[in-house]
T-cell receptor
Framework: DAGITQSPRYKITETGRQVTLMCHQTWSHSYMFWYRQDLGHGLRLIYYSAAADITDKGEVPDGYVVSRSKTENFPLTLESATRSQTSVYFC?????????????FGPGTRLTVL | DQQVKQNSPSLSVQEGRISILNCDYTNSMFDYFLWYKKYPAEGPTFLISISSIKDKNEDGRFTVFLNKSAKHLSLHIVPSQPGDSAVYFCAAWYTSGTYKYIFGTGTRLKVLA
């Protein structure tokens, strides 16, 4: 199906474990983003990518790693998960990063770190 | 330092009446503003936007107003419908070296039938 998908939708892990959240889009959008949503903070940008092999930090990048070897995929890795990384994670994509920059969001991944 | 603020975490409105959601920002460099709507267990979806060179943009039941001098924008929904019950995020954008796309904390709207 066309669109933007995330997997898994739900994940429970333990402190110190490595976790990778997957994001896949079928529009060939240049830009992709990872956000986390926490109560009282809204959506905060973790990392973004302007194209394959081009990534940059957002507002809250510490503890996360991203890669983008293919335009359609943008995985987010928590190298050593901490309880403070318990959150809902959203992936998004957009065709451009301009004045009319509408982002299209995936359904989210709810991550719990015990 | 919250550059985009939605000071009302929740709002309840009767069906058929007007819903007004507010958003304040602190950075005068923002030059584009957007509203997103989010239902439970789904990602946000784009609703309406406005450029900083305008003071109003309308799309059906949804109108966004921008007051640059007050650094304030608002979303009006008229008439409100039960299906409008969702969390609404405002977002602001500008580019300066690094990409800046800042979301507010969200306002949960409940439209009562």
């Amino acid at each position: 199906d066309a669109g933007i998908t995330q997997s898994p939708r739900y994940k429970i892990t333990e402190t110190g474990r490595q976790v990778t959240l997957m994001c896949h889009q079928t529009w060939s959008h240049s830009y992709m983003f990872w956000y986390r949503q926490d109560l009282g903070h809204g959506l905060r940008l973790i990392y973004y990518s302007a194209a394959a092999d081009i990534t940059d930090k957002g507002e809250v990048p510490d503890g996360y790693v991203v890669s983008r070897s293919k335009t359609e995929n943008f995985p987010l890795t928590l190298e050593s998960a901490t309880r403070s990384q318990t959150s809902v994670y959203f992936c998004a994509s957009s065709a451009v990063a301009g004045a009319n920059d509408t982002q299209y969001f995936g359904p989210g991944t709810r991550l719990t770190v015990l | 330092d919250q550059q985009v603020k939605q000071n009302s975490p929740s709002l309840s409105v009767q069906e058929g009446r007007i819903s007004i959601l507010n958003c304040d920002y602190t950075n005068s460099m923002f030059d584009y503003f957007l509203w997103y709507k989010k239902y439970p267990a789904e990602g946000p979806t784009f609703l309406i936007s406005i450029s900083s060179i305008k003071d109003k943009n309308e799309d059906g039941r949804f109108t966004v107003f921008l007051n640059k001098s007050a650094k304030h924008l608002s979303l009006h929904i008229v008439p409100s419908q039960p299906g409008d019950s969702a969390v609404y995020f405002c977002a602001a954008w500008y580019t300066s070296g690094t990409y800046k796309y800042i979301f507010g904390t969200g306002t949960r709207l409940k439209v009562l039938a």
